[in-house]
């Protein structure tokens, strides 16, 4: 038996001791469905074929999605389901063979989501260390935080849309936050689109992209999607149609973005201070993170050693809340070793008539 067999051997008898189904999604999925969900820069690192039918298909590149369709084949769109999952995914990386293996867990259907976040990163801490892992940190985060910060800004929604597509690459962030001041501006020769575009809600705006696409006989420029180009227009008729965002809002976004390095006890203090200070009405979102918070310490988490961070995501739209992420000094520059969230419109994108709330994380046995 290899260490990966063995590691994978030690996880199964543990999730499945919590009430987690195994599962074995096929490693042949839709192409299709990955790159609505993702993106179509995920593209160029998937491992793709074509079935008889002419679809293409790919090697999974992960298990969450696949778990998630999993669920919905499965029954009601609606039900509690709780399911493991152990083998390998497949992405093209330089200097590799594009194969991991990953062990993992998703949790579909709970309703008491503070809870559940709490069980789900107690269940991630237990295989930490079934799994030995030394001197670790834990960063989590709040995608749902993130976004009751840009309501209550009232930044554009075209903006909002931008910034959540970046939202944990702070680089990325940066750069769109410096566009929103309106230092971006557009070339001469686009001003006609532009201003076609000027008050169109999001699906008008991409079905005037994949018209000039059909005419031009291509499906994409350079790697883009219809969706992703339409963005980027309507981000230029948003700062040609009057000024930049109000240089204060960007100021108040920058400073809660900064919030970074304080356990969630003190990040709920220091947000309930960045509310007052800024005017801002984040009640709500600040009392789910201290439910939470105090859901954890119950579970018998050392809140002490968990690192809340703003700027802190995931960069997929279907991720909705809690998220976080586990680092080895050894292998930090392998990226993480274990991270996981809360994908509450996951299950709905792909089918579901409504929300589901859902959480789930994964390791990467090859970085421990």
Known sequence: MTSGDARIAALSRLFTSTGYETVTPPILQPAETFLDLVGEDLRRRL?????????????????????????????????????SYAGPVFRQRAGTIGETLQAGVESIGRSDEEQADADMLSL???????????????????????????????????????????????????AVIERMSGSDGAPEGKLGLLAAMEGKDPEAAVAVVEDLLSIAGVSAVGGRSAHEIAERFMEQAALRSGPGVDKDALGRLK??????????????????????????ELDTSIQRLAKRTELMAERGIDISQLEYSGDFGRRLDYYTGFVFEMHTKRTEHLGQFMGGGRYDKLVELLGAPKPVPAIGFTTWLDRI
């Open 47 to 83: 491992f793709l074929t074509h079935g008889e039918d002419g679809h293409e298909l790919c090697l999974r590149p992960d298990f969450t999605i696949p778990v998630a369709r999993h669920y919905l084949q499965g029954g009601a769109p609606d039900r509690i389901a709780a399911f």
């Open 124 to 174: 991630a801490l237990e295989a930490a260390d079934l799994l030995n892992v030394e001197d670790y940190r834990v960063r989590i985060g709040d995608e749902g935080l993130f976004v009751a910060v840009l309501k209550a800004l009232e930044i554009p929604k075209v903006w909002q849309r931008r910034l959540r597509d970046v939202f944990g690459t702070r680089p990325n962030l940066n």
């Open 255 to 280: 400073a809660y973005l900064d919030i970074s390095g304080p356990p969630p006890d003190r990040a709920v203090e220091t947000l309930h201070a960045f509310a007052r200070e800024t005017g801002l």
